[in-house]
DNA sequence: TTACTAATGAAGAGTGTTTGTATTTCTCTC
DNA sequence: GAGAGAAATACAAACACTCTTCATTAGTAA
């Protein structure tokens, strides 16, 4: 990012970023605490924070006592001063979370919708979901701030599915058309697995890692990649789609867990990885070689991932992520040979809340952007997204 | 980057960056043009002139005469304020250039180099390479304001080559220990394929492309990355690295070439390509057969880079760049039915001088961020390098 | 001489820091 | 239990730095 210089007012805008940077992911922070981490003077900041309460971003609360001396001024971010909303358009359940500000979770809902749903169907439960998580958060669509929605497949800059395998009635989809007819604020759609890097990234495994590949492996396998801690979607979106090279097994890795001879006749898709690695982790024999099979196939898309970008951590995600205990060993034991420098590897914690958590941060980072932007003046920030009340 | 605030000696920090970024790649410019360049008034640009001036970074030139009204003031970015060194350690030959601030060439010396040589030997025509280049220069090693090494393998952030196939006597060499022995100014040392695409990206095919993946296939086949216009290195330095994996054919594609029963008998590694692709060229079919099979191999691992991190720009560099016009057409045709979204896909025109022209760039772009970083002072710069008379 | 462009210099506005003083609370002592 | 002192913060004035605007001066070509 390069600087453009200016005059004074542009030095005050910087230093308003440079406050409420220093102020937010903080608890509550007296004035002179604020000055030190943000580096400025006392007077300084007071006025700069006298400006953010103004506009409706800070708020002051009742001063502390028990310490020795005067009691210092109490402020913090309003978190409470805009939501988002967050979607994961899943194959088989989509959800949705509305999370303030600060990332605290307002409300989620969640519906389940058939495989086999259509356009319309599926588009129909997204809007129910959405519109459930917002009723139980007791807000209204135009109180948010910013929409994100994940789905698998390939998603364009301008928020159209160009290619889903895992949805194939959604190629073509103009899903961010689609939900600004119901949202007047900014709206994001990303691909799915992308979103769950950004989670990671967020509150998951991979904080503060700079590179990072996140494998989500489930019913189908993609890949999300953070490069300097952003997400790196590549030109057309395409990035992470590794997974599309018949050269690595990603594609026929779900098979050897499929073709287990140990599971019940008529075990749905979604179960069946569960199942398997069950028995695996009994000890049935079976099963073991099911999981090394797929272990094998996942390794060989994950050493392409790591031979080409070199991260720092390789995150497993998605619903093999319940099994990291049967499954992490035998993909070492496939992944460490393909590799010149074996990575970290972990699974993520955040089961099957990753994509919707970064759907909601992905969301977040739109607000933020702006909020720190020293190009944008205070006042129009606000109107950007809505009518913030003081 | 996240920018602090301060008082207004800050501001003018930012506002000399901004200035020297307006001046430097321009030719002379007057001071009310450079003002509006830098979207500063004219009054505080011709105080930071100043400063620049006596800081030996800008010079003035006679104003111009021949437009109406008075002649501006000319100043430019002092090229000669500083020298940079850059190397390419290739298999057969090892090149230098001695540049100054502007990227302007100002020397080139090359020198032919076993490929057998031991590391001793390898390293003393190294250093051979760099004198003589500096000679050519009319400059001393205590000028140079940075140097960079290219070259083969898997090299750390500290400059070590933590892995070497084409060079094995380069294995565990701390090659930027080794250069600092000469220099006493910052020593960079990076993989050959990653300096070819800085290269490309500064003067070849993807000058103004954010996300390239760069191919250089000779002898052997690599990669090197950049996204946003930077390098990127990864972790260990291992980024580009996929054709260690065995799945893809990058370490066979050679093979298919040298099979070539055209060749004259005893011909030498470095020169089959070029016979190859010239039968191919004539029309010999069983040297364009050779080619085919040489582009399916080449196909699979662009196509594992392309999926992974879907650039905007894929450039072909190296040995066979002489030869696009035959190889281009067979790559097209196997990698495109790989790719979800086929890339543009270019050939370099730097030719064998890409890695040293990146070397130069890199050890630049070192030299570029202390100039324009807002957290240096003015009077810093040249101490950290050395003294640039005024 | 006139028109045009650039350079110069002074006035003014905005911003941040420093410094001294006032305020508020806690703690210790009598 | 009341008052003095200590500690931390809040507040206000003075000062320094930087940028911009605007009017004036300088230099060149037509």
């Given at each position: 990012?390069?600087?453009?210089?200016?005059?004074?007012?542009?030095?005050?805008?910087?230093?308003?970023?440079t406050?409420?940077?220093?102020?937010?992911?903080?608890?509550?922070?007296?004035?002179t605490?604020?000055?030190?981490?943000?580096?400025?003077?006392?007077?300084?900041?007071?006025?700069?924070?006298?400006?953010l309460?103004?506009?409706?971003?800070?708020?002051?609360?009742?001063?502390?006592t028990?310490?020795?001396?005067?009691?210092?001024?109490l402020?913090?971010f309003?978190?409470?001063?805009?939501?988002?909303?967050?979607?994961?358009?899943?194959?088989?359940?989509?959800?949705a979370t509305?999370?303030?500000?600060?990332?605290?979770?307002?409300?989620?809902?969640?519906?389940?919708v058939?495989?086999?749903?259509?356009?319309?169907?599926r588009?129909?439960?997204?809007?129910?979901t959405?519109?459930?998580?917002l009723?139980?958060?007791?807000?209204?669509?135009?109180d948010?701030?910013?929409?994100?929605?994940?789905?698998t497949?390939?998603?364009t800059?301008?928020?159209?599915?160009?290619?889903?395998?895992?949805?194939?009635?959604?190629?073509?989809?103009?899903?961010?058309?689609?939900l600004?007819?119901?949202y007047?604020c900014?709206v994001?759609?990303?691909?799915?697995?992308?979103?769950?890097?950004?989670?990671?990234?967020?509150?998951?495994?991979?904080?503060?890692?700079?590179?990072?590949?996140?494998?989500?492996?489930?019913?189908r396998?993609?890949?999300?990649?953070?490069?300097?801690?952003?997400?790196h979607?590549?030109?057309?979106?395409g990035?992470?789609?590794?997974?599309?090279l018949?050269?690595?097994?990603?594609?026929?890795?779900?098979?050897?867990?499929?073709a287990?001879?140990?599971?019940?006749?008529?075990?749905?898709p979604?179960?069946?990885?569960?199942?398997?690695?069950?028995?695996?982790?009994?000890?049935?024999?079976?099963?073991?070689?099911?999981v090394?099979?797929?272990?094998?196939?996942?390794?060989?898309?994950?050493?392409?991932?790591?031979?080409?970008?070199?991260?720092d951590?390789?995150?497993l995600?998605?619903?093999?992520?319940?099994?990291?205990?049967?499954?992490?060993?035998?993909?070492?034991?496939?992944?460490?040979?393909?590799?010149?420098?074996?990575?970290?590897?972990?699974?993520?914690?955040?089961?099957?809340?990753?994509?919707?958590?970064g759907?909601?941060?992905?969301?977040?980072?739109?607000?933020?952007?702006?909020?720190?932007?020293?190009?944008?003046?205070?006042?129009?920030?606000k109107?950007?997204?809505?009518?913030?009340?003081?």
């Amino acid at each position: 990012m390069t600087i453009r210089g200016g005059d004074t007012s542009r030095l005050r805008r910087i230093n308003l970023s440079t406050t409420l940077r220093a102020l937010r992911g903080q608890g509550p922070i007296g004035l002179t605490d604020l000055a030190r981490r943000a580096a400025l003077s006392r007077p300084t900041v007071e006025s700069l924070v006298e400006e953010l309460l103004a506009a409706g971003w800070v708020k002051e609360l009742p001063p502390e006592t028990g310490q020795m001396g005067r009691p210092a001024r109490l402020v913090a971010f309003r978190g409470e001063a805009g939501h988002v909303l967050g979607i994961d358009v899943g194959s088989y359940s989509i959800r949705a979370t509305v999370a303030d500000l600060d990332g605290a979770e307002v409300a989620r809902h969640t519906e389940r919708v058939s495989a086999a749903a259509g356009r319309a169907e599926r588009l129909a439960v997204l809007h129910a979901t959405a519109e459930g998580a917002l009723a139980a958060s007791g807000l209204d669509a135009r109180d948010l701030a910013a929409v994100c929605a994940g789905t698998t497949g390939v998603v364009t800059a301008g928020g159209v599915v160009r290619l889903s395998y895992g949805l194939p009635e959604w190629t073509g989809l103009d899903l961010a058309g689609e939900l600004r007819r119901h949202y007047s604020c900014p709206v994001l759609v990303e691909n799915d697995c992308n979103l769950a890097a950004l989670a990671e990234g967020w509150h998951g495994e991979a904080r503060g890692v700079s590179d990072v590949a996140f494998v989500l492996s489930g019913v189908r396998t993609g890949a999300g990649i953070l490069i300097g801690g952003k997400l790196h979607r590549g030109g057309h979106g395409g990035a992470g789609e590794i997974g599309a090279l018949p050269l690595v097994g990603w594609h026929r890795a779900p098979s050897h867990l499929n073709a287990y001879p140990g599971l019940p006749p008529g075990t749905a898709p979604e179960d069946t990885a569960g199942l398997v690695f069950a028995d695996a982790r009994a000890g049935e024999p079976a099963a073991r070689w099911a999981v090394e099979q797929y272990a094998h196939d996942l390794a060989e898309g994950i050493a392409a991932l790591v031979l080409t970008l070199d991260p720092d951590l390789v995150v497993l995600g998605g619903g093999v992520s319940r099994s990291g205990d049967v499954l992490l060993d035998p993909l070492r034991r496939h992944l460490d040979p393909l590799c010149l420098q074996p990575p970290a590897l972990t699974v993520s914690v955040l089961g099957d809340q990753a994509v919707v958590l970064g759907a909601v941060r992905h969301a977040l980072n739109h607000v933020d952007a702006q909020l720190y932007d020293i190009d944008t003046p205070l006042a129009d920030i606000k109107t950007n997204f809505f009518n913030i009340g003081v």
